[in-house]
């Protein structure tokens, strides 16, 4: 990544390093610096320019989305906190400018029989040339375990062989997001399809020394972009392809592969309450299987309803809008 150029450039080394000592990764930490760095090079700022207007007028600027906005001012915030615990500025200029107000945010959902079709339209595409095979099997195999186990993106793509346990039917996902490993169990009609992916790659592939479950090419996990581009390939096939709507306050996410994700939770939901359980009572054991660090993120989910309710929704907005 490109280096800062500033005349705080020094000081934004120094915080990213002070970060890394209370154990924080270095992105997007450092994206966000750059995004200020850019600025204070547009507006050849120096330090008497820090004053609460500055920061304000930068925030109008923007044109991202509203969470994105608050999370750069949140490490800025953090940077001239550490600036002032350093004697750099007499006090923190953003103290008191407040976070945005967000949007509502509404997940595009997927109904079980729509996460089934999506499946079959990924393997659909696999393609059958001897240079291709191998890498959209394992695509497959990608969104396969994110549909069927609710993973992130990341976690599958980069799953190694020993993170896969047959015997047990369970996988070993390291280093989330939040830096944490957790053990889940998988259905045993994923395991079959891993076993049989890992059938096939040893027939084709015998002296296969790639430690990846899910094998990219030379040894190397695959690309987040490529299987990225499977997914929206098939939803496009499934004319499934929407844009994300924003009607007032209230955001309605197009499909995304972490659609997979939430739809996996809601689903996960939906059967609990068909079959006369608690949702609500539900919620640890879920969050723990998600990986998140407090269940209390995952309750979200209790507001998602189907996929069905969810175009209900953004119709029923649309009807509003229209007839204001």
């Known amino acids: 990544m490109r280096p800062f150029k500033s005349f705080l450039t020094s000081e934004m080394e120094a915080y990213l390093q002070y970060r890394k000592t209370l154990g924080y990764k270095t992105m997007p930490a450092k994206s966000y610096l750059l ?24 925030r109008a600027g923007f044109t991202l989305e509203t969470r994105s906005i ?28 407040p976070r945005l107000k967000k949007n509502v945010v509404v997940p595009f959902v997927f109904s079980p029989d ?36 609710g993973t992130r993106i990341s976690e599958p793509i980069k799953l190694l062989r020993c993170n896969y346990r047959r015997d047990d039917a369970t996988l070993y996902i390291e280093r989330t997001k939040f830096g944490k490993d957790r053990i889940i169990p998988i259905p045993k009609k994923v395991v079959a399809e891993i076993e049989n992916y890992l059938s096939v790659r040893q027939s084709l592939r015998p002296n296969d020394k790639n430690p990846y479950l899910f094998a990219g090419r030379e040894e190397r996990c695959l690309s987040d972009n490529t299987v990225r581009a499977a997914f929206h390939k098939a939803v496009s096939d499934m004319g499934l392809k929407q844009p994300r709507k924003v009607l007032g306050n209230v955001s309605f996410n197009g499909p995304t592969p972490h659609s997979l994700r939430h739809s996996f939770a809601v689903n ?25 660090t407090d269940y209390i993120c995952t309750s979200v989910y209790l507001r ?19 007839n204001k």
């Not at 999370?71 to 906190?81: N, Q, T």
Request: include cysteine.
């Open 35 to 58: 995004t200020f760095d850019d600025y204070l090079l547009k507006t050849e700022a120096d330090w008497p320019s820090f004053t609460p207007s500055f920061f304000l007028e930068m």
């Open 70 to 97: 608050n999370a750069i001012f949140s490490l800025i915030r953090g940077f001239f906190h550490f600036l002032a615990g350093r004697g750099y500025v007499d006090h923190n200029p953003l103290r008191d400018i």
């Open 114 to 149: 729509q996460v089934d079709q999506l499946l079959k339209s990924v393997s659909r595409n696999i393609r059958t040339t001897s240079g291709c095979f191998l890498t959209d099997l394992a695509v497959y195999m990608v969104v396969l375990v994110m549909a069927r186990c």
């Open 268 to 292: 996960t939901l939906n059967r609990i309450k068909k079959t006369g359980g608690s949702g609500q009572n539900a919620l640890p054991v879920l969050a723990a299987y998600l990986g998140h």
């Open 304 to 322: 998602v309803s189907d996929a069905m309710s969810r175009k209900n929704l953004v119709d029923f907005c649309l009807w509003q809008r229209v």
